[in-house]
C-alpha cells in the first residue's frame, strides 16, 4: 500500500500530541534551571536522557556541553539536523531568574529544545522514519547568545573552545560535516498586544556582528592631589565613545548598523585616577561589507580616545556571528506547515529584518538553513518583563512545524531535499569559512 505524506504528518501530530506532557516537562525544566553558555551541564543532561530513553545513539560534550543525536531514515540519503539552544540570558531582575547567577530563559530557548525532543518522539514512537530517505540529526547547541566575552576567551586560551558561539564551535569541531540542511525555529513575542494577530513566520533575515574587548590602560595618581600626574583611561575612553557616536550620521539606514560598547570595568577606587577601564562591544549590520567598514571607524575610535589622553589602548576583535539570510526553498516548506498547523491568517512567510544575531547565520553561510519564528512569549526578550504564556505554541507548534518539514524534505526519495541542496549557493565552504570569518579579528590588528 503507497503511503501517502499527508498520512505520515497526522501521525506525527499525533504522537506530538501524545507526549505533550513529556514535552511540556522537559521545557518547563529547563526554563526553571537556566544555564548560560558553555556551561548548560544540567541542560545537556536532560537531552542526554531523552536520548538514552529513547536509544537514540549520540556524541555529547561537543563544545563542552553540545550533543548530536542521530535518528536513521529507510536510507541515508541527506542529513536534516533540527537545532535547539542549550543556554540562557541573564536578567537579574525576572522572577524566574537564578537568584546567584542571574540568569534566566528569556530568550525562550527552553522551547527550542522542547521542540527537537517533541521531534525525536514524532519520529521514534512512530513508524514514519521507514517512509523517509534520510537521517536525521537532533542538536542541542551550547552558547548561543554571545555573552560573558572575557570567562569564554579565557576558554579558548585554555584549549577548551575556539569560538564564542556554540554553532560556530559545533561547525568548527565537523559536527556539521555530514549534515545537509538545518533547521531551527525560536519563539517570539507574539502575545503583546491584542489587535496583533500574527503567531508566527516562516523566516527573516538579521544581523551579523564582530565583538570587540577593549581595554585601556592608564596611570594612576591621586585623584584628587595629583590628577596631573595620572593619565585618565576613563576619559579615555569616553572620548572614543564620543568618537564612535560621531560616526553614526554616516551608518546607512539599509545597512541596520548598531554598535553598542558597555564599560565593564570603569575603574577601581573613586579617588584614585583610572587606569584600566574594560569595555565589551558589538558592532551589527545586515552585511559584512557594511560590518567591516562600521569595525574600522570604531576601531580608529578607540585608538583616538587613547591618543587624545596618552593612554595605551588595545582592542581584541573577535568573529561574531554572519548575518542570517533565510533558504528560500526551505522557507517555502516552513511557510506551508506553519499554515497548516496554525492558519493561514496568523503567519507570514516573510517576517521584518531583525537586528539580533544568531550563530544560526554562520550555518546558514555553509548549508541551507531556516530559523523560523514561532510565537507564545509576551513581553521584551532579553528583559524581566518576558514571560512565556502560550506553550501549546511554543513547545507543541515548534516540535510539529520542525517535523512536518522533515517529512516534506525527506519523503518521496528525498526529493525536496535534493533540489534544495542542488539549488543552494554557499557563502563560503567550510574551510573558507574558518580561514576568513574565524580569523576575521586579524584584520583590525
Ligand atoms: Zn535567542
Redesign the pocket.
Known sequence: MKIEKEELKKKAIEAIDKRRDEIFSIGDSIYNEPELGYKEFKTAEKVKQVFEAMGIPYEEKIGITGLKGVIKGKQAKYNVAVMG?L?S?ISPKHPDSDPITGAAHC???NC?IAGIIGVVYALKDTDIMESLSGNVSIMAIPA??FVEIGYRNELIRKGEISFLGGKQEFIKLGAFDDVDIALMQ??FSSENEETNTIKAAAGNSSNGFIGQEIQFIGKESHAGDAPHAGVNALNAATIAITAINAHRETFREKDYIRVHPIITRGGDLVNVIPADVRLENYIRGSNIEAILSATKKVTRSWHAGADAMGAKCIVNSLPGYLPVVPNKGLQEIMYQNLKQLIGEEKVIKNAEHTC?S?DVGDVASIIPTIQARIGGAAGN??SDDYRLVDKELAYLGAAKALTLSIIDLLFDDAKEAESIVKDFEPVYTKEAYLENWGNIGDKFR
Request: with cysteine; charged share 25%; net charge negative.
Open positions: 539552544e543556554d540570558v530568550c525562550g530557548h527550542m548561543e547568545e525560536h519563539t539580533g544568531s526578550f532579553h
